[in-house]
């Protein structure tokens, strides 16, 4: 069964510092996700990506951070600068179509020291 | 604007016995509502869904839920719970042309032998 899959599972990193988080959607799908969930507290939508552009961002998702699919498979979030705050399990997520459902990866921790 | 309220952030049952995880919803249109289970240290993991079809809704490992649209409610219930069914459990909703997933806040089920 085809599946996203995420990389890698786990990434430390300074504050202050350039992370990628990168993300292998399901081949045919084309609508693209990123969501974030702070240890404790609930998942947060960060960014929508359809036909090669953010179609919604959320407040989260600030000047700090930029979404891209280099390629035909790969859609990578970048945080430029990271921060404390930026701490938190990263999950991508794509969609064939309108009408189905989510699917997800298994998520990247972020962890900012 | 759509939102979803999880009425109880955590419950414990016994094996054995049913379960009952409380969501209500708020959304100006027909909303198309999931749930999601997150076993520990593990991935967003699809239940069910509700997408304006039939009203009961089954899903997975013996989970389903109602949509009551009177009451603006979907809550997810199982008849016998197994040790297997303790992780968290959030309610979702569709919302927007962009599809983008609102969080519940999310309920920590824990299951005692």
């Known amino acids: 069964e085809p599946e996203v899959t995420q990389t890698p599972s786990?990434?430390?990193?300074?504050?202050?510092?350039?992370?990628?988080?990168?993300?292998?959607?399901?081949s045919n799908h084309l609508y693209f996700y990123w969501y974030r969930q702070i240890l404790g507290q609930k998942v947060e939508f960060l960014v929508s990506f359809y036909n090669n552009e953010i179609s919604e961002k959320s407040e989260i998702f600030d000047d700090q951070f930029s979404v891209e699919r280099p390629d035909g498979s790969n859609f990578t979030l970048k945080i430029r600068s990271t921060k404390l705050e930026d701490s938190a399990m990263y999950f991508c997520a794509s969609i064939g179509d309108r009408a189905s459902e989510q699917y997800f990866g298994?998520?990247?921790?972020?962890?900012?020291t | 604007a759509q939102s979803v309220t999880q009425l109880d952030s955590h419950v414990s049952v016994s094996e054995g016995t049913p379960v009952l995880l409380r969501c209500n919803y708020s959304s100006?249109?027909?909303?198309?509502?999931?749930?999601?289970?997150?076993?520990?240290?593990?991935g967003l993991q699809l239940l069910l869904k509700y997408t304006s079809a039939a009203t009961l809704v089954k899903g997975i490992n013996g989970f389903e839920a109602e949509f009551k649209k009177s009451e603006t409610s979907f809550?997810?219930?199982?008849?016998?719970?197994?040790?297997?069914?303790?992780?968290?459990?959030?309610?979702?909703?569709?919302?927007?042309?962009?599809?983008?997933?609102i969080w519940g806040l999310g309920t920590s089920l824990a299951v005692n032998p």
């Open chain 1, 10 to 26: 786990h990434q430390v990193t300074q504050m202050g510092q350039e992370v990628i988080l990168r993300c292998v959607p399901i």
């Open chain 1, 106 to 112: 298994p998520g990247t921790r972020l962890t900012v």
């Open chain 2, 28 to 42: 100006s249109y027909s909303p198309s509502l999931f749930w999601y289970v997150q076993h520990p240290n593990k």
């Open chain 2, 75 to 101: 809550h997810l219930t199982k008849p016998s719970a197994h040790m297997s069914d303790a992780a968290e459990y959030f309610c979702v909703v569709k919302a927007g042309n962009n599809r983008k997933l």
